[in-house]
């Protein structure tokens, strides 16, 4: 059994109205996808299920925390993770899906597995830059962070009542 098999929601057998799901998504799951970005995972999907006649609606809601390296100290930090996604599911035999929030299963299907939707859900949420907090407010120490103090431009303050330059303009007052 691969490990995506866990993400298959059967909805054949469920009573019309809403039903909730929760999966568990560690490091297994990405890198199943290939996706070796994150040291540990720990993330909570609850997926709500409403079952109509004639369709189903899903409702992602993901949270937790992903350890990933800071982009700029390549210090690694958890990132927290709070996201959500809704999809729509319809049945028909079209040849191809014509929009993101749309899902098209064919005629008679019994399960839906919602494994990529959660992986773009979760990859979608990530910042496009990964800064590690005490990068932010300027607490973190590493021979990173202490090199790029070392070469921030220093300004140094000019005294304009000292310069000689000046004092002509001051005689106009």
Same mark, same amino acid.
């Given at each position: 059994m691969? +490990? =995506?098999? $866990? $993400?298959i929601i059967p909805f054949v057998g469920l009573k019309q109205g809403r039903h909730n799901f929760t999966f568990s998504i560690e490091n297994k799951f990405f890198k199943s996808?290939?996706?070796n970005d994150f040291n540990n995972v720990k993330l909570i999907a609850?997926? %709500?299920?409403?079952? =109509?006649t004639t369709f189903l609606e899903l409702s992602f809601i993901i949270s937790g925390k992903v350890n990933v390296f800071c982009d700029i100290s390549i210090e690694p930090f958890d990132l927290n993770i709070d996201t959500n996604s809704n999809f729509i599911v319809k049945f028909a035999n079209? +040849?191809?899906? !014509? +929009?993101? %929030? !749309? !899902? $098209?299963l064919p005629i008679g299907s019994h399960e839906i597995d919602v494994t990529k939707h959660i992986y773009e859900t979760i990859i979608l949420s990530l910042p496009t830059r990964k800064v590690h907090p005490?990068?932010?407010?300027?607490?973190? %120490?590493?021979? !990173?962070t202490l090199r790029l103090k070392e070469l921030e431009p220093k300004l140094e303050k000019q005294s304009f009542e000292n310069d000689s330059r000046w004092? /002509?303009? /001051?005689?106009?007052?």
């Amino acid at each position: 059994m691969k +490990s =995506k098999d $866990f $993400f298959i929601i059967p909805f054949v057998g469920l009573k019309q109205g809403r039903h909730n799901f929760t999966f568990s998504i560690e490091n297994k799951f990405f890198k199943s996808f290939g996706y070796n970005d994150f040291n540990n995972v720990k993330l909570i999907a609850n997926v %709500e299920l409403l079952k =109509k006649t004639t369709f189903l609606e899903l409702s992602f809601i993901i949270s937790g925390k992903v350890n990933v390296f800071c982009d700029i100290s390549i210090e690694p930090f958890d990132l927290n993770i709070d996201t959500n996604s809704n999809f729509i599911v319809k049945f028909a035999n079209p +040849s191809k899906n !014509i +929009s993101d %929030e !749309i !899902i $098209f299963l064919p005629i008679g299907s019994h399960e839906i597995d919602v494994t990529k939707h959660i992986y773009e859900t979760i990859i979608l949420s990530l910042p496009t830059r990964k800064v590690h907090p005490n990068v932010k407010d300027g607490t973190l %120490e590493n021979d !990173i962070t202490l090199r790029l103090k070392e070469l921030e431009p220093k300004l140094e303050k000019q005294s304009f009542e000292n310069d000689s330059r000046w004092d /002509k303009l /001051k005689d106009l007052k």
